[in-house]
């Protein structure tokens, strides 16, 4: 019985075979050194364009916290842009010169609308005292006309520095504290998914007035560290609500341009323990 049998000597020819297949060449050669490198051809680079930078609109930026936002986004890169009655500020920082100053009345509507081209984000400052009537137009109206313009232009985030309740405060400052709920309640309206209302209790820090500066942190800061800690007593009735801890006005300032620029920020409401927590 005859058998075809394969001599050891033929067996590197069938190992050296080539096989074309769909115009492959398929080696089997054993003498190939799988340890060699695969080449790749370098493909060719594409140049995608930079993002956009953010602009950033900072509604009373020649105010006390105002002041603080706009240097604040300054120092994160934004592009920054402030609209007052007053227009260009007075302040001799160096930062100041990288403002783009705009002058307007939010009580006008018409005259504050070019301001917010190219406005990606909003931060209102915006406040004031004085009798019931021109409190609730300060801090009611004339929010509520910023707000409704921004969404009309397109504009994505909205941040109102609002404030907290004071109980019986709140009696004593009517018009000021029903403008300041008007406006929150537009916000959360007009901005569901990118308004972020901040309510911060007494804002301390150095305070610019006139060529003087007022240290308030001298106060502010030693009540800070006390009170942040005494949560509890804020049920205590008419006088706990006066207990809510100050906080300091460049911690604001970070938790107000962070949740006007980040996109994951939480809207709504943020109490003061919120802020004091965002801004470490």
């Known amino acids: 019985m005859s058998r075809l049998v394969h ?18 060449l398929l080696s089997t050669d054993s003498s190939n050194k799988l340890d060699e490198p695969f080449k790749v051809e370098e493909a060719e680079t594409v140049k995608v364009p930079p993002p956009p930078s953010d602009k950033l609109l900072v509604l009373g930026g020649n105010g006390f ?7 604040e986004a300054l120092d994160r890169g934004l592009s920054v842009a402030s609209l007052s009655r007053s227009g260009k500020s007075s302040i001799k920082d160096s930062w100041a010169s ?35 009537s021109h409190m609730y137009k300060i801090n009611g109206t004339a929010n509520i006309n910023a707000i409704r313009a921004a969404a009309e232009q397109g504009v994505k985030r909205f941040v109102y520095v609002s404030a907290a309740d004071f109980g019986i405060v709140n009696y004593l ?15 959360l309206t007009r901005f569901p998914y990118g308004g972020v209302i901040l309510r911060p209790g007494f804002i301390h820090g150095t305070r610019q007035v006139g060529s003087v500066k007022v ?39 970070k938790v107000s341009v962070r949740a006007a620029t980040d996109p994951v920020f939480p809207p709504g409401i943020m109490d003061v323990y919120g802020i004091l927590r965002h801004s470490q």
């Open 65 to 71: 916290v105002g002041s603080h936002v706009c240097k």
């Open 173 to 187: 400052l009517q018009g000021y504290y029903e403008g300041k709920r008007a406006a929150e309640t537009e916000l």
């Open 7 to 24: 001599s050891q000597s033929s067996l590197p020819k069938l190992y050296t075979a080539a096989i074309y297949k769909n115009g492959r």
């Open 98 to 132: 990288k403002v783009e100053w705009h002058q307007g009345n939010l009580l006008i509507p018409d005259s504050f609308k070019d301001a917010l081209n190219g406005v990606t984000s909003v931060i209102s400052c915006v406040g004031g005292f004085g009798s019931n």
């Open 215 to 253: 240290p308030l942190g001298i106060i502010g800061a030693p009540m800070e560290m006390v009170l942040q800690h005494a949560k509890p007593l804020q049920r205590v009735p008419l006088v706990g609500p006066m207990l809510t801890p100050p906080v300091n006005v460049t911690g604001v300032a």
